[in-house]
């Protein structure tokens, strides 16, 4: 069975740091684009990293380049997503996703992605 889970989030002061995992089984996750995405309340989902396949580039939103990093263990499935000077802004529910292609292509779509992960809150308080 296909699954991603995310876990790691939490609550944390402006300027902590956070690191998400995403965690995959019954696939290998080499082979697929690997993308995060979060969902402010009432807001929508937005693309936030990329990590592709091709060549294991790792691509950012404007709003997260330079404290967000996206990475990989093979051995263990699991892609992570480390995020340093958070801000209240980053608050939301983030999820994890698949793109079967070479490269990420931005605006990453949700149209795009599949096997969605249940998310994991990740709430920044000033």
């Known amino acids: 069975q296909v699954q991603l889970v995310e876990s790691g989030g939490g609550l944390v002061h402006t300027g902590g740091s956070l690191k998400l995992s995403c965690a995959a089984s019954?696939?290998?996750?080499?082979?697929?684009?690997i993308g995060w995405f979060r969902q402010a309340l009432g807001m929508e989902r937005e693309g936030v990293s990329c990590?592709?396949?091709?060549?294991?580039?790792?691509t950012y939103a404007a709003s997260v380049q330079g404290r967000f990093t996206i990475s990989r263990d093979t051995a263990k499935n699991t892609v992570y997503l480390e995020m340093t000077s958070l801000k209240p802004e980053d608050t939301a529910v983030y999820f994890c996703a698949r793109n079967f292609g070479r490269e990420c292509t931005w605006p990453l779509s949700i149209n795009t992605f599949g096997s969605w992960g249940p998310g994991t809150q990740v709430t920044v308080f000033s």
């Open positions: 019954g696939f290998n996750l080499d082979y697929w684009n």
């Open positions: 990590l592709a396949t091709s060549d294991g580039s790792r």
